[in-house]
């Protein structure tokens, strides 16, 4: 007997089957990035003291600091403020009111405008003023005091200390003992850089005296006279 033909209605699908055909669904996740909304990444909270001065303040460069005989003293060794600007560096966190990073360019810009805005003081030698050239020769001095004749230690110190004002941190324990030291700050000057004459048989001896006014000086200078001729 011949078999019947397949009709057409043969190839149709009974229950439980659906009739209508699934979907392809996708294997893989929509990853398109320019669509995905990006999540702002919250401030960090300021403390109650960055708070008040920032209120105070719209740009942490106009921060006064106190002077001694024309200049802001350095109550910071070189060796704490390279260490300082080191880390401003490394860590590529923003210049205060802009969204640039900490660069050794844009930290001889920042530099150059305090330097606009107290005006200038007595550099060692043939220093003309903070640059990208002095600040890097700057960084790569050893010693406490290393460098310490250089615009880039005494700017970088400004610098320094009008951002820690700006982010309401507060000094340290050595910090406070070299005010107290060192009440007109610590002589910017690199021992490398100074010579000294002295009398046959004794050895020269360098120390972070801080610069005295004009009295303190004065007074210090007669004890000494008064110890030779003793």
Known sequence: MPKALATKNDNVRIAPYSKSQPTKRDSKPNTDKENISAKAEPKPKLSKAAAEVQQRYSDYRDIPLDEVLGEIPCYDDATTVRRKLKKLLADKSNIPGTNKSWTQAGMSKEMEE??????????????????????????KKTGKMGGGDSPAYYW??????????????????????????????????????????VPKGTTPSWNLEGRLDEQERSERMREEFQKIAA
């Open 156 to 197: 970088g110190y400004v610098l320094c200390e009008k951002l820690r004002i700006w982010e309401g941190a507060k000094k340290t324990k050595s910090r406070e003992e070299a005010e107290q030291m060192y009440r007109g700050g610590l002589i910017r000057e690199d021992p490398a850089h100074i010579r000294v004459i």
């Open 114 to 139: 305090l330097e606009r805005r107290e005006g200038a003081v007595e550099y060692h030698k043939n220093s003309t003023g903070p640059s990208v050239r002095s600040l890097g020769t700057f960084l």
